[in-house]
């Protein structure tokens, strides 16, 4: 099985009745019901309100892969377990970075750059899956609409990604990199813009497929603790 954290501020939903209505559950809750389809995933949630934003030791030593939603609450964060975080991805944990989590504190570690783009409101997104023959791209239709998405526009202040998996097109004629790959250290990092709180994107099934998708391709092989990989053996001199 592969075990997932969806970690999510929970905070737009606890305030507005308007996301509470899109949401009942949090988007966290959302992502979690439908991963659990599969019989391959199961996942638990963790919040920003919960002690250690709900991510101990414990939690990211069982967490093969951590989806990450976030808005306006990144400085909220400790910068202690950001760099929990970060140490995780780097010893094999997979990463999911969903929407404006682009400017949360791990993806940001592990870019090394602002993350910072160009965004509005209330647009038309066309996502285009310009590399098909990724794992995270399988059974994924060559472009699908969202009817109303933020728009996010380049320049995004990103390191090259090792692939674009897909691109969005908006009405008003912006284009971006909207599912990109890393790799840092042992860990699969996959960045994906749609999924704005106000939007009902996470309910949209390629949406779902391409994050379920991401989780599989995302899972480690191996993680490593201090003294190396549990899996292999030293190099004898």
């Excluded at 737009?12 to 009745?17: K, L």
């Excluded at 992502?31 to 920003?48: G, N, P, R, Y």
């Excluded at 949360?104 to 965004?119: V, Y």
């Amino acid at each position: 099985m592969i075990r997932v954290t969806v970690w999510n501020e929970n905070v737009h939903e606890r305030e507005h009745q308007g996301v509470r209505d899109i949401y009942p559950d949090g988007i966290h809750g959302c992502i979690a019901k439908f991963l659990e389809l599969d019989e391959e995933i199961v996942a638990k949630t963790a919040t920003l309100e919960m002690p250690s934003h709900g991510l101990t030791d414990e939690v990211l030593e069982n967490t093969d892969v951590l989806i990450w939603w976030a808005h306006c609450h990144h400085h909220e964060v400790s910068d202690e377990i950001a760099k929990k975080v970060q140490q995780a991805v780097l010893k094999g944990m997979g990463l999911i970075v969903l929407h404006s989590g682009h400017l949360c504190k791990p993806f940001t570690l592990l870019m090394g750059t602002s993350c910072t783009l160009k965004w509005r409101d209330n647009d038309r997104e066309r996502v285009w899956c310009c590399n098909p023959g990724h794992p995270i791209a399988k059974a994924i239709p060559e472009q699908f609409e969202i009817p109303v998405e933020e728009m996010y526009g380049e320049f995004f202040d990103i390191p090259n990604p090792d692939e674009v998996v897909f691109l969005g097109w908006f009405k008003g004629g912006e284009v971006f990199r909207s599912g990109v790959t890393f790799t840092r250290g042992r860990g699969r990092i996959f960045y994906f813009q749609p999924g704005h709180e106000w939007n009902p994107t996470y309910h949209i099934e390629p949406v779902q497929k391409i994050i379920t998708n991401a989780v599989k391709w995302a899972a480690p092989t191996c993680r490593i603790d201090e003294i190396g990989c549990p899996n292999t053996q030293p190099l004898e001199k």
